[in-house]
């Protein structure tokens, strides 16, 4: 299945932004400068960070829904015996939809962090 790849990438880069997020958000992740939403905002302070992951958190649920969904499309697709060119749609929809899901949730962890 030549697909495997994008299958893996969806599903690692929506799960790792979900098991950050609310790690982050519980305190079971403290402010550091490698992982979790590392901004100007958000590096201000614990309460700024404890804000930003808790805001995000929705937003991090989204990016697994989705990425859960377009691997299993791409699965779909592969077993249907579609085109490879398909797979590679819908990889790139996947990763799009995760772009503009980010986008959305750090402007609104921006303005909690802000607010903190």
Sequence with gaps: MAAVPQIIGLLVSGWMVFFVTFGAAEDGLARNGLVGIRTRWSMRSDDAWRATHETFK???????????????????????????????????????????????????????????
């Design 58 to 116: 929705p937003y991090a649920v989204a990016c697994a829904v989705v990425s859960v969904v377009h691997a299993l499309a791409i699965v779909v697709t592969a077993f249907v015996g579609d085109s490879r060119m398909v797979s590679t749609a819908l990889a790139i929809c996947g990763y799009a939809c995760l772009f503009g899901i980010g986008f959305f949730g750090m402007r609104a962890a921006k303005r909690a962090a802000e607010g903190s």
